[in-house]
């Protein structure tokens, strides 16, 4: 400060004191003129600070609400998904026994197409034998041959049913459990009505095998025996002519005793003509092996 100020006779000389004070004063004021404007920019940077603050908060609340839904959301996705799972096993465990029961009815087709081929060899080796027989085998050959070609048709038509169903099963495989029973019980109903045809066939064979004995016993007597028909009413009998007066009348000769109808026209049997079929296949073999 001394070199700043020119000294005087008692001390330094006022007016340099008083300029340096303004020189003081001038630069304190920019200073704090300065000041107060970084301290408004400060403060204006804080209020701008604040409200971004504010808005991230908002937005972090705004992300924690979204992350809970998203995490509830979740939650009710892994319930729903062990859910399915428990459904999708237990329709596998459904399809499952539906291709056991698939299974069965094919191995039970393929029985029924290997006796049907078996008979139509049996059916073959007769037929080379036709000169062998009498013409009620030849007769009851012939009947064969319609009831095996019925039954060919009759077993083409069940066969396409079969995979009609079978096609329409296996469309229906992915649809509710209820639909998988109703079919089940169709299966079991079906089988039911297989059974109740192999009884019936049982019971036509034995009707065949009365008949093509009582033919049998005919041609033994050297008579053939006459095919009647199957409703055709006897012929009304005539009466016999008055006898002259004085004359005695003849005395009646007793009725002839008319064999019986055979059992298979009193007793009609509703069965499939495979049935027929098998029935007098076997009952042709069983009569060439008498002769």
């Known amino acids: 400060m001394d070199g700043l100020f020119k000294s005087a006779i008692g001390g330094f000389r006022k007016a340099d004191v008083l300029a ?3 020189q003081l004063n001038a630069e304190n004021q920019k200073a704090s003129s300065e000041l107060l404007s970084r301290i ?4 204006g940077e804080t209020h701008t600070l604040r409200d971004e603050n504010a808005a991230l908060r908002e937005r972090i609340d705004s ?5 809970e839904q998203e995490r509830e959301g979740a939650k009710e996705l892994g319930e729903k998904v062990v859910f399915l799972n428990s459904q999708i096993n237990a329709q596998r465990d459904k399809l499952s026994r539906s291709d056991l029961e ?3 009815l094919h191995s039970e087709r393929d029985e029924l197409q290997e006796m049907v081929r078996q008979y139509q ?4 080796g007769y037929e080379e034998r036709q000169g062998e027989i009498s013409g009620a085998l030849v007769e009851a050959k012939r009947m064969a041959a319609d009831l095996v070609r019925q039954g060919k048709r009759q077993g083409r038509e069940e066969r396409d049913r079969a995979l009609a169903e079978l096609e329409s099963l296996s469309r229906e495989m992915g649809q509710l459990g209820d639909q998988v029973a109703g079919l089940s019980e169709t299966l079991r109903t079906a089988a039911a009505q297989m059974q109740g045809n192999l009884r019936r066939m049982e019971d036509t064979v034995e009707l ?5 004995e009582e033919m049998r016993g005919q041609l033994s007597g050297g008579k053939l025996p006459a095919i009647a028909p199957a409703v055709a009413p006897p012929p009304p009998k005539e009466a016999p002519p008055a006898p002259a007066k004085g004359e005695e009348p ?5 009725a002839p005793v008319q064999p019986e109808p055979p059992l298979c026209r009193e007793r009609p049997v509703l069965v ?4 027929q079929a098998g029935g007098l296949l076997k009952t042709i073999a069983k009569l060439l092996g008498g002769r």
């Open 20 to 22: 340096y004070i303004e």
């Open 250 to 254: 003849l005395p009646k000769k007793a």
């Open 40 to 43: 408004d920019e400060l403060e």
């Open 208 to 212: 065949y095998q009365l008949r093509l």
């Open 121 to 124: 060899e049996k059916l073959k």
């Open 102 to 104: 698939i299974h069965g």
């Open 272 to 275: 499939s003509t495979g049935g």
């Open 63 to 67: 992300l924690d609400g979204l992350l």
